[in-house]
């Protein structure tokens, strides 16, 4: 079962920076779009910022002109640049293909904004 696994997580003060990482199997990198998404307690889990096999990017609303996806396809790497951190940013992130597949899902990384 190929599962992505994510780092970079921690406590972050607001207007802080992070950086995460994402890594899964070439398979999976090869072939796919890949985002990361979030989730908060009591919510579904959304995507914030996707990137596909052409390094076009997306981001939602939320994050928009703050986060930047970026792969690096010979590491199977994803990685999220948080810049501008808010406290609503205060989730656990984890990766995923577009659309996701719930074999993928790993243990995610806590992003915690505080001061």
């Known amino acids: 079962q190929v599962q992505f696994v994510e780092s970079g997580g921690g406590l972050v003060q607001p207007g802080g920076s992070l950086r995460l990482s994402c890594t899964a199997s070439r398979r999976i990198f090869d072939y796919n779009t890949v985002a990361w998404y979030r989730q908060t307690p009591g919510n579904q889990r959304a995507w914030v910022a996707k990137i596909n096999l052409a390094e076009a990017v997306d981001y939602s609303s939320s994050v928009k002109g703050r986060f930047t996806i970026s792969r690096d396809n010979a590491k199977s790497t994803v990685y999220l640049q948080m810049n501008e951190i808010r406290p609503e940013d205060t989730a656990t992130y984890y990766c995923?293909?577009?659309?996701?597949?719930?074999?993928?899902w790993g243990q995610g990384t806590q992003v915690t904004v505080s001061s």
């Open positions: 995923n293909v577009i659309p996701s597949n719930s074999a993928f």
